[in-house]
Each structure stands twice: as C-alpha cells, then as structure tokens.
Nanobody
C-alpha cells in the first residue's frame, strides 16, 4: 500500500518560515519524481515545486522562486519543502505527490498525500 504522509504545516506570521516533510512508503521512492502542490479555499490545486528522481532537477512555480526550496533524501524516502518569507497568499493545504515524470502537471502524479494546512497571518 502506497502512503504519502505530510507533516510540518501550521500557523506562521508574514515573513516567517516553515518546513514541510513528506514520508513515503510502499513504492520505490528513488524511481519517482516528487512534487508539492497547494490548494487554497475555492481555488484549484496548483503546482508549487517538483524534484527529479535523483535530485538533479528542480522546478518551481514563479511566485515561490527564491523563497521555497524542494529537496529529497532517497535514503529516508522523504521529500521536503522549505518555505521562507511566507505571505498570506501562501495560505493553503499543501500536498505532496509522486509521479513517474518530472512534471508540473497534476495529471502526471499518481500518488497523493492527504495534505497539511499552512496558514500565514498578516
């Protein structure tokens, strides 16, 4: 059974930082690209960042470039998202996802976590 479990969400003030983790089990982690997506209330789930199988490539949504960093530890089957200089527009439920393609498209990700809430107060 494939499981993706996010952690690290919470409430933070504008300008603050949070680090998210996603622990993965039930699949060959190092063979999958990993992505982070987010969904704000009444909005569609959108791409945030992705990292390739062996950590060689990363891609970010424009609004998070320079503030967020995606990384992975294949020995721990875990992907991370370090978020700095947060603002209220970053408030959303954050989801990690596993896919066979290095992609920003939701449809390319087969497995999803349940999400973790990130709230940024002004």
């Amino acid at each position: 059974q494939v499981q993706l479990v996010e952690s690290g969400g919470g409430l933070v003030q504008t300008g603050g930082s949070l680090g998210l983790s996603c622990a993965v089990s039930g699949l060959s982690f190092s063979s999958y690209a990993m992505g982070w997506f987010r969904q704000a209330p009444e909005k569609e789930r959108q791409f945030v960042a992705t990292i390739s199988w062996r950590d060689r490539y990363t891609q970010y949504e424009d609004s998070v470039k320079g503030r967020f960093t995606i990384s992975r530890d294949n020995a721990k089957n875990t992907v991370y998202l370090q978020m700095n200089n947060l603002n209220p527009e970053d408030t959303a439920v954050y989801y990690c996802a596993a896919g066979t393609y290095f992609s920003s498209r939701r449809s390319d990700y087969k497995y999803w976590g349940q999400g973790t809430q990130v709230t940024v107060s002004s």
